[in-house]
Each structure stands twice: as structure tokens, then as C-alpha cells.
């Protein structure tokens, strides 16, 4: 008896994993907006593209998952930079298939939704149980951070798909995100199966942060609080040092009761049925959802095809030169001397002349006027791509390229006039 219980303790772990407290969810979001702009900072800002920034990070992130496989317990500050690692890479996996090999987000949306139910199924046949609380051995671990990616590419391919092509908008995204995590939450009081909660939850947190952050970083004219993604990253990350140094010195996260890697806390009843049930209602609600959207996208673009006067919204001023520092912006040019082709997206005129406008700044040496302008092409293309998307995939995505293009141009630390015309001349025949 002396023996047993001189070794017992010897063969206990500690958690690796923070308690779920309020602390856990505002970092969760926090480091999902501040995983969102750094990617966008990478990509755009310095100008090393989506692939060298998928790279990059991959590296980065596994050098932090070695050091905390290698650690003996939970830290904060290790963990949760290892949370915001897989939030980039996990939102790059999703742009990669979309932007790169052109994989739509509603195929996208399945993929990882069944590759996240896989591992679930693995994780609790393996270990009978899907808790944090019991994240205590290595397999277990490998388990718990494969399902966080997971839920990362998961969401961000849900809520682009949700923004971008039903057209929703990011803040009407993130309230009906938030609806859905305070409907968990209180059915989490009444009774839902606390591990199912959890999860539900964690995948929505990831289209909730990217909603919020979209939202306090976008112009008003966009409908947000302009201050932009420079101090909308700032804030977020004082944020998170905040919190985490805070959790560090009073532990409050930390998870207190050690179990041994043979013995689980009970099981909650009810999990199997309730999982089923979620599930059941969750796709039934998104596919109505879709249905319905897309069907009033459908209807809509057939009135506006039936009206060409109406196809753009402000009809004439639409194609009205932009004054800029007392020059103004000529008609467009059949692309720049190359010849114009007619677009299977419709009528593009509204980019093109955003374009042209962007041309003619940089030609007058007016690079701050240029970034300006581009950041209107870069939120008018974002509102028209549920419009214009389904009409042609083939077509959407190689225009979406060419302004991601100009987008890193314009916006790159030191901007060169000359690639920045290339871009944007390039550019100019895609748009018809």
C-alpha cells in the first residue's frame, strides 16, 4: 500500500491545456483577428504572396508545437502562441484552396467538416472521450491540436463562405455567429452535452474574431470603425500580452485536478444522441439557409441583367472621372493598349474604372492618392463577389488573382511605381 501510493503520483500528468474559462474565449477570439491581419500584413503589407506566407508560417508553427509537445504543463504563453500559429495557418490552408487550386468554399466547407468529424471519431475510439480535461498524454495532444486546425479551416472557409459568396457582410456574419454561440451557451446551461458545447463553440469563434476585427478595421463608409488594420492589430494584441501575463501570474486558468492517463472523469449521458441531433439541425438550418440565398442572389442578378441602366449601382456616377490633386482621370483605355475582352462575370465597368482612376495616380507620382483608390476596388470586388462568382468561378477566381496582385503592389513597404503599373495594366483587360 506504502509503495502504491509513493508511485501513483509519479505516473499523473499534468494538464496541457487551459482551463475553459472567460479568459479562454476573449483570447481565442483575440488571437483569431491578430492570426487573421498578420497574415494579411505577410501577404499584402511585405509583399511575400500567399504561398511564402503559408510557409513561413508552417515553419513557425511547428517549431511552437515542438516546444509544447516538449513541455511538462501548461504555459500560458506558449500555448496560446501556439493557438494564434494555427489560426493563420489554419485560415491559409482555406485560402490556398481557394485562391491557388480554386476549390470552391462550399466544397471547402465539406472537406473540413468531415476531416473534423474523422478525427473526432479516431480521437474517441482511440481514447474514449473528447475533453480537454484529459489532454494528458502525447497521442491525446496530438489529437487536441489536430482538431483545433481543423476547426480553424473550418471556420474560416464557413464564414467566408457566409460573407463573401451568400453576400452577408462581415458584421451581419458575426451577429448571427454570436446568435449561434449564445444559443450553445444557454442550451449548455440547460442541459447540452458539455464537450459538444465546446466544440460547437470553438469552431465559431473563428468566423466571430474575423467578423469583429473586419468590423473595427474597415472604413465608415464601409459600414465600420476605420481604424484600420495597423491599430485594429495593436489593440488586439495589448490585449492578449494583457491577458496572458495575467493568467501567467494568477493561474486562474490553470486546471487543478490531475487525473492519471487510465482514468477519465465520468462521462456525460446524453452526448451520442445530442451530437446527432446538433448535427441533424445545424445542417438542415445551413442548407434551407443556402438554398434560400442563393436563390435571391440568383433572382436578383437575373433584374439586374433585365436592367443594364440599373446593373451598377449609381448609374452614371459610376464612370464619372475621380478629380485627384486638381487632375482629373480620363475615360479608360482599352487596356492600356491591349485589347478588351468581353467578361463571362458581366458588365465590370465599376472595377475598371476604379482601376484606371488607381493608373492614372500612380502615373502622376501620387502613391498615397493610388493606395487610396485601390483600397475602393479591393472592398466594391469584395461586396459584388456573391453577384458575380456563381456566374463564373474560372473567370472570378483569374480576376481575383490579378487584384490580389495589384493589392500587394500598391500596398507593398516600398511600393515601385513601375510594378505597380504592370500590375494594374495587367489588370485593366480582365475587367472587359
Given amino acids: ?117 474523422l478525427t473526432f471519431l479516431v480521437w474517441f475510439l482511440s481514447e474514449k472521450t473528447l475533453s480537454i480535461h484529459s489532454i494528458l498524454t502525447r497521442r491525446r495532444e496530438a489529437f487536441y491540436w489536430l482538431a483545433i486546425l481543423f476547426t480553424f479551416a473550418l471556420g474560416t472557409a464557413t464564414g467566408d463562405l457566409m460573407a463573401e459568396v451568400l453576400g452577408l457582410g462581415y458584421l451581419m456574419t458575426g451577429i448571427i455567429v454570436a446568435s449561434l454561440i449564445a444559443i450553445a451557451a444557454i442550451a449548455w446551461r440547460f442541459g447540452l452535452n458539455s464537450v459538444l458545447a465546446f466544440w460547437f463553440i470553438y469552431i465559431l469563434t473563428r468566423p466571430l474574431g474575423a467578423s469583429i476585427g473586419d468590423y473595427l478595421s474597415q472604413s465608415s463608409t464601409e459600414g465600420g470603425l476605420g481604424l484600420g488594420t495597423t491599430v485594429t492589430s495593436v489593440i488586439f494584441v495589448v490585449g492578449i500580452l494583457g491577458t496572458v501575463t495575467y493568467l501567467s501570474v494568477t493561474k486562474a486558468d490553470v486546471i487543478q485536478r490531475a487525473a492519471s492517463t487510465g482514468s477519465d472523469e465520468p462521462a456525460e449521458r446524453g452526448g451520442l444522441w445530442q451530437t446527432v441531433v446538433v448535427v441533424t439541425v445545424v445542417l438542415a438550418a445551413a442548407g434551407t439557409g443556402y438554398f434560400l440565398r442563393t436563390s435571391s442572389l440568383q433572382a436578383e442578378d437575373t433584374s439586374a441583367s433585365a436592367s443594364p441602366a440599373q446593373s451598377i449601382p449609381g448609374g452614371d456616377q459610376a464612370t464619372q472621372p475621380v478629380p485627384t490633386g486638381g487632375q482629373t482621370a480620363q475615360p479608360p483605355a482599352p487596356g492600356g493598349g491591349q485589347p478588351a475582352r468581353h467578361s463571362p462575370l458581366g458588365d465590370l465597368s465599376k472595377f475598371r474604372q476604379i482601376t484606371q482612376d488607381t493608373l492614372t495616380l500612380v502615373n502622376a507620382g501620387n502613391q498615397s492618392g493610388a493606395t487610396s483608390r485601390v483600397d475602393d476596388l479591393e472592398s466594391e470586388w469584395d461586396n459584388a463577389q456573391a453577384r458575380l462568382k456563381p456566374k463564373s468561378n474560372a473567370a472570378w477566381t483569374e480576376v481575383d488573382g490579378k487584384i490580389d496582385t495589384v493589392l500587394r503592389r500598391l500596398r507593398a513597404t516600398s511600393p515601385d511605381p513601375s510594378s505597380e503599373k504592370d500590375a494594374l495594366t495587367a489588370l485593366l483587360p480582365a475587367l472587359g
Fill in 1 to 117: 500500500m506504502t509503495a502504491q501510493r509513493v508511485l501513483a503520483p509519479s505516473r499523473q500528468l499534468l494538464s496541457k491545456v487551459p482551463e475553459v474559462t472567460l479568459y479562454f474565449w476573449v483570447i481565442k477570439v483575440l488571437c483569431t483577428t491578430v492570426g487573421e491581419s498578420a497574415a494579411d500584413f505577410l501577404n499584402v503589407n511585405l509583399n511575400v504572396g500567399l504561398t511564402g506566407t503559408s510557409v513561413v508560417t508552417g515553419v513557425l508553427l511547428i517549431v511552437a508545437l515542438v516546444f509544447q509537445f516538449s513541455a511538462k504543463q501548461y504555459k500560458p504563453g506558449r500555448y496560446w502562441l501556439t493557438v494564434a500559429l494555427v489560426s493563420v495557418f489554419g485560415t491559409l490552408v482555406t485560402d490556398n484552396l481557394t485562391d491557388q487550386v480554386g476549390v470552391p468554399l462550399e466544397a471547402s466547407t465539406l472537406i473540413f467538416g468531415v476531416l473534423l468529424t
